[in-house]
């Protein structure tokens, strides 16, 4: 009954992989986790990911926050090319 059902999630998470729906880094205990903890309103990883990546979008300024310059930011302050669809293209590609 165990094996059988990491067998499922192994099979499971090497088609979604192959598909380009979760990413390669992904084991199947990583699968089985999140899978049963993270996925919500989604089938995959990669719609889980859209699907924050298209609220945050909603959520986010058209121009940076006016913040002053901090050079001990580990990321050096903020890039004047900021656009807000950024953030759903970098969650949403893996």
């Not at 099979?11 to 049963?36: I, M, N, S, V, Y």
């Not at 903890?37 to 121009?63: F, V």
């Not at 990321?75 to 759903?88: A, C, D, E, H």
Request: aromatic share 14%; charged share 25%.
């Amino acid at each position: 009954m165990v094996r059988s059902m990491y067998e499922e999630l192994s099979r499971e998470r090497k088609e979604l992989q192959k598909a380009g729906e979760c990413p390669q880094f992904f084991t199947t205990a990583g699968w089985q986790l999140f899978k049963e903890k993270y996925l919500y309103q989604a089938d995959t990883p990669r719609q889980q990911y859209q699907r924050i990546a298209r609220t945050l979008a909603k959520h986010a300024r058209s121009t940076p926050p006016n913040f002053p310059y901090n050079s001990c930011s580990p990321f050096g302050g903020i890039p004047r090319n900021w656009k807000p669809y950024t953030i759903s293209k970098a969650v949403s590609s893996f």
